[in-house]
């Protein structure tokens, strides 16, 4: 099985930072972190979970929603098996449980897992 741990939520100013990260741990054929696509995904209350960021196995790959461009970075650490999310300039809007997901294919399937999420609340 794997197990992903987020951490680094909290409450911060509108304008400040957080720095989420994720812990990858799995044991056995098909569980190593370097062998998954990782991504961040966000669900305010009332709403959908939607796409924040993600980047491939090797991390010279990066996604980002729309309105995270240029604030937010996605990076990862390999040696670490961890996962990160940079967030600079947080508005009110990014107010949300933020959410850890490793991807991969397996033949045909999908394989993913998610983390339980770590809170992050912006005051304006």
């Known amino acids: 099985q794997v197990q992903l741990v987020e951490s680094g939520g909290g409450l911060v100013q509108a304008g400040g930072s957080l720095r989420l990260s994720c812990a990858f741990s799995?044991?056995?054929?098909?569980?190593?972190?370097?062998?998954?696509?990782m991504g961040w995904f966000r669900q305010a209350p009332g709403k959908e979970r939607e796409f924040v960021a993600g980047l491939n196995w090797s991390g010279d790959s990066t996604y980002y929603t729309d309105s995270v461009k240029g604030r937010f970075t996605i990076s990862r650490d390999n040696a670490k098996n961890t996962v990160y999310l940079q967030m600079n300039d947080l508005k009110p809007d990014d107010a949300a449980s933020y959410y850890c997901?490793?991807?991969?294919?397996?033949?045909?399937?999908?394989?993913?897992?998610w983390g339980k999420g770590t809170l992050d609340t912006v005051s304006s």
């Open positions: 799995g044991r056995g054929f098909g569980r190593t972190f370097s062998n998954y696509a």
């Open positions: 997901h490793a991807y991969r294919l397996a033949g045909d399937a999908e394989v993913t897992y």
